[in-house]
């Protein structure tokens, strides 16, 4: 698994605050829910959507890491930075958010997608001693930590995250 790091090709206003990787207990899965065509340019793709995150007030893009269609794996925040992406600040302190591109309440994740956020999540749980506490049952999906208002991250993305808690 390779992880391609563009923290510093996307836009940054400022920080939410750091997280503790000694309470990190979280990984949050989200879809983008927007359409995905076949062929596209991931990093265009990425930049509008930070865009449109600053505009609304967050201090940058949203998720620490974003799997593209064809399964790969961009860093995208530090790590260590609080995301706004869960419309819930005790959970968005305390987790790391992963997006997959698409909208998966209409489409499947494709089976590169499936693969890199397989492979993600037995990184992030089996080789990250220095966040201790992040294990796998702590794989949630958008909609169970954040009260209502949310389909994320889609009923086609769900059966994945249930799988890999397991
Ligand atoms: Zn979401």
């Known amino acids: 698994m390779k992880i391609i790091n563009i923290i510093k090709k996307l836009p940054w206003t400022k920080s939410n605050g750091k997280l503790d ?6 990984l949050v899965v989200h879809h983008e829910a927007v359409y995905a065509p076949k062929a ?3 990093l265009n793709r990425i930049v509008a959507d930070a865009k449109y995150q600053i505009a ?3 201090g940058h893009y949203a998720y ?8 790969d794996i961009y860093l995208c925040v530090p790590e260590n930075e609080v995301n706004y992406h869960a419309g819930n600040l005790a959970v968005n302190k305390n987790s790391l ?3 997959l591109q698409g909208n998966m309440e209409i489409q499947s994740p494709t089976k590169a997608q499936e693969k890199a956020l397989t ?7 089996t080789k990250r001693p220095d966040m201790p506490k992040l294990v796998k049952s702590g794989l949630k999906m958008h909609k169970e930590v954040r009260k209502g208002g949310t389909a994320c991250p ?7 995250v249930i799988k890999l808690r397991k």
Do not use: E
């Open 21 to 26: 990787f000694k309470k990190l207990n979280t």
């Open 40 to 42: 596209y340019n991931t």
């Open 56 to 58: 609304k007030g967050f």
């Open 64 to 71: 620490h890491y974003t799997i593209d269609n064809v399964g």
């Open 97 to 99: 958010a992963v997006v």
């Open 119 to 125: 492979d993600l999540c037995a990184y992030l749980f």
């Open 154 to 160: 889609g009923r086609f993305l769900a059966p994945l």
